[in-house]
T-cell receptor, first 112, second 116 residues
Framework: GENVEQHPSTLSVQEGDSAVIKCTYS??????FPWYKQELGKGPQLIIDIRSNVGEKKDQRIAVTLNKTAKHFSLHITETQPEDSAVYFCAASTTGRRALTFGSGTRLQVQP | GAVVSQHPSWVICKSGTSVKIECRSLDFQATTMFWYRQFPKQSLMLMATSNEGSKATYEQGVEKDKFLINHASLTLSTLTVTSAHPEDSSFYIC????????????FGPGTRLTVL
């Protein structure tokens, strides 16, 4: 089955700096790659996603890139703000197996 | 749009009792809903996939007789933890999918279960 690895496990940046979180996946049939932000005690919130027919997608300060050949995708957050502090999860899925396989999570801390 | 609710948000029960958690998609129809469990400082682990009108598909290692899932309509799925024990204490989160090709999923706020 699918295996998703996520790095780093923790990331501390200064306010205004950029943050990058990377994930790799194992199943070449995976075609959907969402990123979720989870705050303490809450459910994950979808912040951006990318499909296998696209190499990059951007939404304001957040961008995701996908390299299908290398089977990795990354989340980029620019101009970080303290409210960006949370745990971020990457995930992957295929059309056949609709459930998401999650990475282990990255705890992002933005220092004011 | 794409709002998923869960009820209750937290529950405390005695060992041996059963607890039911509801998951509703409020503004879209979800042919498939998923149930996850999350232990502190860990990732989400899929428990089962719930399809409207059919039996749920459980992940390996998840007891289907202990975690009963019902998906009676396109907007409601329920998870019942039967004969709960302290080791069942966890954060239970549901998600609902609305796209048949790409698995876009939206998550509920989660239910914190504490079994005494």
């Amino acid at each position: 089955g699918e295996n998703v690895e996520q790095h780093p496990s923790t990331l501390s940046v200064q306010e205004g700096d950029s943050a990058v979180i990377k994930c790799t996946y194992s199943d070449s049939a995976s075609n959907y790659f969402p990123w979720y932000k989870q705050e303490l005690g809450k459910g994950p919130q979808l912040i951006i996603d990318i499909r296998s027919n696209v190499g990059e997608k951007k939404d304001q300060r957040i961008a995701v890139t996908l390299n299908k050949t290398a089977k990795h995708f990354s989340l980029h957050i620019t101009e970080t703000q303290p409210e960006d502090s949370a745990v971020y999860f990457c995930a992957a899925s295929t059309t056949g197996r609709r459930a998401l396989t999650f990475g282990s999570g990255t705890r992002l801390q933005v220092q004011p | 749009g794409a709002v998923v609710s869960q009820h209750p948000s937290w529950v405390i029960c005695k060992s041996g009792t059963s607890v039911k958690i509801e998951c509703r998609s409020l503004d879209f129809q979800a042919t498939t809903m998923f149930w996850y469990r999350q232990f502190p400082k860990q990732s989400l682990m899929l428990m089962a996939t719930s399809n409207e009108g059919s039996k749920a598909t459980y992940e390996q290692g998840v007891e289907k007789d202990k975690f009963l899932i019902n998906h009676a309509s396109l907007t409601l799925s329920t998870l019942t933890v039967t004969s709960a024990h302290p080791e069942d204490s966890s954060f239970y989160i549901c998600s609902a999918g609305r796209d048949l090709l790409y698995n876009e999923q939206f998550f509920g706020p989660g239910t914190r279960l504490t079994v005494l």
